[in-house]
């Protein structure tokens, strides 16, 4: 596994790679998970889809992320590996995803070369604030560890967490936002999006809203799943825009999860739905999520990831995303609903049944 951990990390560091270069790194990862991980191997044969027929990354079997919560889909042990990333739990009550990192150094190369294109723009280093608690307060979770990267490798030494085990430190924020309004020093503020629904409504108490300097920007990523109330997008971003003086184009959505090692980025939410895109280790389809075919083009579908960064788990993952395609990248639509959801349910059985038996 040491020879593909090193082949991954120096596809991640290329500018870019040609289908062809992808292809064949995707066919490789999928022999060796095919090898390794019982489960998969399975449901593959299942399918009749083995390393001598697949010949197109587009023909790796996608494993619903539902999958995630039943299995164990690993292809060394699980209690040999560096992090083991948990989902939040949310549609299945205490039944958590689990995505097992035998090593952190792929995930991180994914998030750091993508994060500098698509959030830092050409910036160095940025004063931040992090609406997230700490890996110390949450281990367990993708999104502690990815914020944790950002501070760390693109934060100023000003930067800080404004949320903890006690809730929002509002008044340290307001603070340090008030601070960089008066230095003219850009700041950039991210968290989930909840947290900046529990901001918003903290400063609007207040009355107190904020200008910030050229140059800031705020990162949001999660959505409303599983919270108490829903937002429609464009009130947030409105909302966003106004509270802190910052540009909805310089309000940039990420998009990812658990099951993923690599995320999505917008360029900003001007208009809605903005387009998603993502790095050249990365290729997404527009399923039907019964046959995994693709959906004819311009329909909407099911989005399916194939993610070189998934080395130890699965390559290819089904989603409960419903999506359609733009020139560069795709728009999303929101979860699964109707024929459609009943579609990942019965794809989820099907690969139980066939992983399991």
Not at 48 to 77: E, M, Y
Not at 78 to 83: E, N, Q, V
């Amino acid at each position: 596994m040491n020879a593909l951990i090193t082949e991954l990390l120096a596809f991640i560091a290329r500018p870019t790679a040609s289908d062809d270069d992808f292809n064949a790194l995707a066919l490789k990862l999928f022999a060796h998970q095919f090898e390794h991980n019982r489960p998969f191997q399975k449901f593959c044969q299942g399918r009749g889809k083995t390393p001598r027929v697949v010949k197109r990354w587009q023909d790796i079997p996608a494993v619903p992320i539902n999958a995630f919560k039943d299995l164990t889909l690993s292809c060394v042990p699980p209690d040999t590996c560096a992090r083991t990333f948990m989902t939040s739990g949310t549609t299945r009550g205490d039944v958590k995803g689990r995505h097992f990192h035998p090593t952190v150094a792929v995930y991180d190369a994914s998030m750091l070369h993508n994060f500098s294109r698509h959030f830092m723009q050409g910036d160095a280093k940025l004063r931040m604030g992090i609406l997230f608690p700490t890996e110390d307060l949450m281990p367990n979770s993708s999104l502690a560890h990815y914020l944790a990267l950002a501070i760390k490798h693109f934060g100023t030494p000003d930067s800080a967490y404004y949320l903890d085990a006690n809730g929002l430190r509002t008044d340290a924020l307001c603070e340090a936002l008030q601070q960089a309004h008066d230095s003219g020093q850009p700041f950039a503020l991210l968290g989930a999006s909840y947290s900046f629904v529990h901001l918003m409504d903290a400063l609007q108490e207040r009355g107190t809203t904020f200008a910030l300097p050229k140059g800031s920007r705020l990162l949001d990523t999660g959505g409303f799943k599983g919270q108490s109330r829903e937002v429609p997008m464009a009130s947030f971003y409105d909302q966003l825009s106004t509270t802190f003086g910052v540009r909805r184009e310089q309000c940039i959505n990420m998009y990812g999860m658990t099951e993923l090692s690599t995320q999505f980025y917008d360029a900003g939410n001007h208009s809605l739905p903005a387009v998603k895109r993502g790095s050249h280790w990365i290729r997404s389809r527009l399923v039907d999520p019964l046959t995994g075919q693709d959906v004819p083009s311009g329909e909407r579908g099911i989005l399916a990831h194939t993610d070189l960064a998934n080395f130890n788990s699965v390559v290819t993952i089904l989603t409960e995303d419903v999506g359609q395609a733009s020139d560069d990248g795709f728009v999303l639509l929101g979860r699964a609903q109707g024929a459609q959801a009943k579609g990942c349910s019965m794809a989820v059985d099907q690969f139980l049944r066939v992983a399991t038996a």
